[in-house]
């Protein structure tokens, strides 16, 4: 039996950087992966494909829209090739795992391609298409990610009622996506499809979309998402989806409790993911779970046995791949005895619509709630001969800062370019800086980051100067 300093079980995005990081430390690494290619949900089914077909239709979109305003014209019609479209998505998914598969070779690590499950606290059964192998370890990373979460009376058929995996090889464009969840991922792929001509309906339980994130963002993209036509039924209680021939039916009450019928040809559920641990055989090594299911970590990410850690999706916060991602060098770290940290309100959210979303730091909601006082600065979009220059003109950058001491609590963003300028934010906020910080800084003219320096001057003594 093959002997390891540290064995991973699960190959996403917390998972395989977690492998290269005890590598690089010089441990002897085993990752073990239950399908033919490594990276996870975030690579295979996620993140890398649904930004893949964001983008395909986003040319689409333009193509057809805003060419000719930009002076390029197109004989003949402008047609969609799905099938190209998926293909290429494909292409850009097997590019990137074969690039995780280069690292793992680079960093000498072994990769076993089986179901693994804990036979005891130190030994992990690898069911593989030949047979079975175990592998021992002296200390363990459980990674094994999420699966979309359902509905109890929802039947996933994979066809017309399906999850965010089967929307992204559909084989023909919807007539009518019906999208249940008003969160990220019903939200990304209700824009691709609705680019692509389709009817998209939204259904969510709350009174907004993107309900975790800070209020003004959820109005401004509704506002936005409106204008491209996409509905919305919110605070509607789903309560059946039913199949019929090539029809879906979604019946729900809306906030009067009056019955809502809808009906189209596809039914994406997106009401979240859930913890993946079916089949590890927790109770073999004694791992506890919290009352939702997710392996109880300690500050450490340790788990009740002292040499197991779990990572990512699997325990407790937010479900991102650049969360686990942080949480699988962390522990690589403690592991070869040094101190790292995370500062888990820094870690920022993104949504890939267009405009896109992002967020880092407390909301003002929350600042409300925790009774901190605060000041805001906000500039629009469309203030920006950059913006009207690419014609990007939704949107603004909203900055939260301490009444006081004027250092920045959060950062809340829409519009063009807004998952790259997020990073902005990220880095001041790690230095503690004030807005009075980031509104002293040149940003280079022109461009989408002059909104954040707008902002901070906004909350600095409201003095933006281009509005």
Same mark, same amino acid.
């Given at each position: 039996?093959?002997?390891?300093?540290?064995?991973?079980?699960?190959?996403?995005?917390?998972?395989?950087?977690?492998?290269?990081?005890?590598?690089?430390?010089?441990?002897?690494?085993?990752?073990?992966?239950?399908?033919?290619?490594?990276?996870?949900?975030?690579?295979?089914?996620?993140?890398?494909?649904?930004?893949?077909?964001?983008?395909?239709?986003?040319?689409?979109?333009?193509?057809?829209?805003?060419?000719?305003?930009?002076?390029?014209? !197109?004989?003949?019609?402008?047609?969609?090739?799905?099938?190209?479209?998926?293909?290429?998505?494909?292409?850009?998914?097997?590019?990137?795992?074969?690039? !995780?598969?280069?690292?793992?070779?680079?960093?000498?690590?072994?990769?076993?391609?089986?179901?693994?499950?804990?036979?005891?606290?130190?030994?992990?059964?690898?069911?593989?298409? #030949?047979?079975?192998?175990?592998?021992?370890?002296?200390?363990?990373?459980?990674?094994?990610?999420?699966?979309?979460?359902?509905?109890?009376?929802?039947?996933?058929?994979?066809?017309?009622?399906?999850?965010?995996?089967?929307?992204?090889?559909?084989?023909?464009?919807?007539?009518?996506?019906?999208?249940?969840?008003?969160?990220?991922?019903?939200?990304?792929?209700?824009?691709?499809?609705?680019?692509?001509?389709?009817?998209?309906?939204?259904?969510?339980?709350?009174?907004?979309?993107?309900?975790?994130?800070?209020?003004?963002?959820?109005?401004?993209?509704?506002?936005?998402?409106?204008?491209?036509?996409?509905?919305?039924?919110?605070?509607?209680?789903?309560?059946?989806?039913?199949?019929?021939? %090539?029809?879906?039916?979604?019946?729900?009450?809306?906030?009067? /409790?009056?019955?809502?019928?809808?009906?189209?040809?596809?039914?994406?559920?997106?009401? /979240?993911?859930?913890?993946?641990? %079916?089949?590890?055989?927790?109770?073999?090594?004694?791992?506890?779970? #919290?009352?939702?299911?997710?392996?109880?970590?300690?500050?450490?990410?340790?788990?009740?046995?002292?040499?197991?850690?779990?990572?990512?999706?699997?325990?407790?916060?937010?479900?991102?791949?650049?969360?686990?991602?942080?949480?699988?060098?962390?522990?690589?770290?403690?592991?070869?005895?040094?101190?790292?940290?995370?500062?888990?309100?820094?870690?920022?959210?993104?949504?890939?619509?267009?405009?896109?979303?992002?967020? @880092?730091?407390?909301?003002?909601?929350?600042?409300?709630?925790?009774?901190?006082?605060?000041?805001?600065?906000?500039?629009?979009?469309?203030?920006?001969?950059?913006?009207?220059?690419?014609?990007?003109?939704?949107?603004?950058?909203?900055?939260?800062?301490?009444?006081?001491?004027?250092?920045?609590?959060? @950062?809340?963003?829409?519009?063009?370019?807004?998952?790259?300028?997020?990073?902005?934010?990220?880095?001041?906020?790690?230095?503690?800086?004030?807005?009075?910080?980031?509104?002293?800084?040149?940003?280079?003219?022109?461009?989408?980051?002059?909104?954040?320096?707008?902002?901070?001057?906004?909350?600095?003594?409201?003095?933006?100067?281009? @509005?």
């Amino acid at each position: 039996m093959n002997q390891y300093d540290v064995a991973i079980i699960g190959s996403g995005p917390g998972g395989y950087v977690a492998a290269i990081r005890c590598a690089q430390l010089g441990m002897k690494t085993a990752l073990i992966e239950k399908y033919a290619t490594l990276g996870g949900t975030c690579l295979n089914v996620g993140c890398i494909p649904s930004k893949a077909l964001l983008d395909s239709s986003h040319h689409y979109e333009d193509a057809v829209k805003h060419f000719e305003e930009h002076g390029i014209e !197109i004989p003949g019609e402008i047609k969609v090739n799905l099938e190209q479209m998926i293909a290429r998505k494909q292409g850009v998914v097997d590019q990137t795992t074969k690039g !995780i598969e280069f690292l793992m070779d680079k960093n000498k690590i072994d990769v076993y391609h089986g179901f693994g499950s804990f036979a005891d606290a130190n030994t992990i059964s690898i069911e593989k298409e #030949d047979g079975k192998e175990s592998i021992g370890a002296k200390n363990i990373i459980i990674a094994t990610g999420s699966k979309p979460s359902t509905l109890p009376f929802i039947k996933i058929d994979k066809e017309r009622i399906i999850t965010s995996t089967e929307v992204l090889k559909l084989k023909e464009i919807p007539k009518h996506l019906i999208v249940i969840g008003g969160g990220v991922i019903g939200l990304e792929l209700g824009q691709v499809y609705k680019r692509l001509g389709s009817e998209v309906t939204v259904v969510e339980y709350m009174d907004r979309i993107i309900p975790g994130m800070d209020g003004a963002l959820s109005k401004e993209l509704t506002k936005v998402m409106k204008k491209q036509k996409v509905k919305f039924n919110l605070s509607h209680k789903v309560k059946s989806v039913e199949r019929k021939g %090539d029809e879906v039916i979604v019946k729900a009450d809306d906030k009067k /409790g009056e019955e809502v019928t809808l009906t189209g040809d596809y039914c994406l559920v997106s009401v /979240g993911r859930r913890p993946y641990t %079916d089949g590890l055989n927790l109770e073999a090594a004694g791992i506890k779970l #919290d009352d939702r299911g997710r392996v109880e970590v300690n500050s450490h990410l340790q788990t009740n046995v002292s040499h197991i850690y779990a990572i990512g999706d699997v325990v407790k916060g937010a479900m991102l791949a650049h969360k686990a991602e942080e949480e699988g060098t962390l522990v690589a770290e403690l592991l070869a005895g040094q101190k790292p940290h995370i500062d888990y309100n820094l870690i920022p959210g993104v949504v890939y619509t267009w405009p896109e979303v992002a967020a @880092v730091g407390k909301t003002e909601e929350q600042l409300k709630e925790e009774g901190v006082e605060y000041k805001v600065g906000q500039f629009p979009m469309r203030a920006l001969g950059r913006s009207r220059a690419s014609m990007d003109l939704d949107g603004f950058v909203k900055i939260l800062a301490d009444k006081k001491t004027d250092e920045v609590l959060g @950062v809340h963003m829409i519009g063009a370019r807004c998952a790259d300028l997020i990073a902005e934010a990220v880095t001041a906020m790690e230095f503690r800086a004030s807005a009075e910080d980031i509104s002293r800084m040149s940003h280079a003219h022109p461009t989408f980051a002059e909104a954040v320096k707008e902002a901070a001057l906004a909350a600095t003594a409201d003095r933006a100067l281009h @509005v």
